[in-house]
């Protein structure tokens, strides 16, 4: 079949994202010591247990083999869904393949203090990078690390800042995703999803003048609209990770 072929003609096409996903840290390789914690969380909070996608994290066990399917099981039961594995021996890798699970290699240590820690030479606004992120609706520029874009970010449009914060002058509409290795502030309503420190930075913050976000994350913590207080909707806000925990409040 010709490259060139009618779009009627192809099946799929393949496209690099950035999805929000769950990370389950394991500290136990025991699946009843694992399944006694999931049942307590799950008493404390079952909205997030509505199949929820995560990546099992075993980079601090060291267990050259787990009870990786019973793992998986005790999982399933609590109506989570693991997708992949991170880090682990070759026995690790080769089970979570054979169970149909992805394998990521483990984060190297410091590797997130380092990305926010280190001076990064700007990259021009036209670069590859800037016209994959932003189409034609909406301008990008850079300054340092910060990206700033301006205009709407339109529904099924992606924009990010691998390296610093993000600066939306405009809305962010649903169905549309903003990503920033640290903060995100949007001057106008922020319908879509927004993802803050996709690189670990805990620091990272969400600041948007109208509050009606379908996602919210910061480091890989998230909460979806239906877990944010109605009393937050509609009204400038700011969202931290404190505690363990994403915290939404009223900004100013």
């Known amino acids: 079949m010709s490259l060139n072929a009618d779009s009627a003609d ?5 496209k690099g994202g950035m999805l929000p996903m769950t990370v389950m840290e394991l500290t136990s390789a025991d699946p009843e010591h694992i399944r006694r914690q999931l049942a307590g969380k799950l008493s404390q909070s079952p909205a997030f247990f509505q199949h929820t996608p995560v990546v099992l994290s075993v980079e601090k066990l060291d267990e050259p083999h787990l009870a990786l399917e019973r793992i998986c099981a005790v999982c399933r039961d ?17 089970s979570a393949w054979a169970l149909g699970l992805g394998w990521f290699a483990p984060v190297e240590e410091g590797r997130a203090r380092a990305l926010e820690s280190v ?18 609706t909406g301008e990008i ?5 910060t990206r700033l874009f ?12 691998a390296d610093g914060d993000l600066i ?4 962010v ?7 920033a290795a640290g903060s995100i502030h949007v001057y106008g309503a922020l319908r879509g999803r927004a993802l803050a420190g996709i690189h670990g930075n805990t620091h990272a913050g969400i600041y948007c003048r109208e509050l009606e976000a379908e996602l919210l994350s910061v480091a ?21 990770f404190t505690k363990e925990q994403l915290e939404i409040k009223p900004l100013g």
């Open 10 to 14: 192809v099946a799929f096409t393949f």
């Open 78 to 94: 609590h109506k989570l869904l693991p997708v992949a594995v991170r880090g682990g021996s070759e026995p690790v890798r080769q």
């Open 119 to 136: 001076s990064r030479t700007p990259e021009p606004a036209d670069d590859e990078a800037s016209s994959v992120s932003a189409s034609a």
């Open 141 to 145: 520029s850079s300054h340092a690390a």
């Open 150 to 161: 301006r205009g709407t970010v339109r529904s099924g449009q992606q924009v990010s800042a």
């Open 168 to 171: 939306v002058i405009g809305a």
């Open 173 to 179: 509409n649903a169905g549309a995703e903003v990503l």
């Open 220 to 240: 890989g913590n998230y909460k979806r609209m239906e877990d944010i207080d109605s009393q937050l909707l509609g009204r400038a806000a700011e969202v931290h």
